[in-house]
């Protein structure tokens, strides 16, 4: 029984190995697969004029700058990082500018002219 054992065991081993093997390949493929369709995104935003990119809050510059990292990196998240600090560092800037208006007494059109929508 001895040897029957040993073999089961090796078999058990080989099997396990090669599934081990197999799912590595298979998550290689998924991952080229993921990272190709970021480079499509990639590209899909590249082919955007300046006007466009402005609006959802990135630069040609971003866009190279994110077309440089690494392949297993997911550009697309770096993408979104700079558009969303972007997106706050401009609420701010228009808060602070609403502020200093408020408090200066400039909230109000003055009276000495018409309201541009009556002309």
């Not at 599934?19 to 899909?44: D, M, P, Q, Y």
């Not at 809050?57 to 700058?65: F, N």
């Not at 500018?97 to 059109?109: E, N, Q, R, Y």
Request: hydrophobic share 45%.
């Amino acid at each position: 029984m001895a040897p029957t054992s040993a073999m089961t065991a090796t078999v058990t081993t080989a099997l396990g190995t090669a599934r081990n093997t197999l799912f590595a390949l298979a998550l290689g493929a998924w991952r080229i697969l993921i990272a190709v369709k970021h480079r499509r995104v990639l590209s899909e935003l590249a082919s955007l004029d300046d006007r466009r990119l402005a609006d959802i809050g990135l630069t040609r510059s971003d866009l190279r700058d994110a077309r440089s990292q690494p392949l297993w990196h997911d550009p697309t998240r770096m993408l979104a990082g700079r558009a969303a600090t972007r997106r706050v560092s401009r609420r701010r800037t228009a808060f602070e500018l609403s502020a200093a208006k408020i408090a200066g007494g400039d909230c109000h059109p003055s009276a000495d002219r018409p309201a541009g929508y009556l002309t």
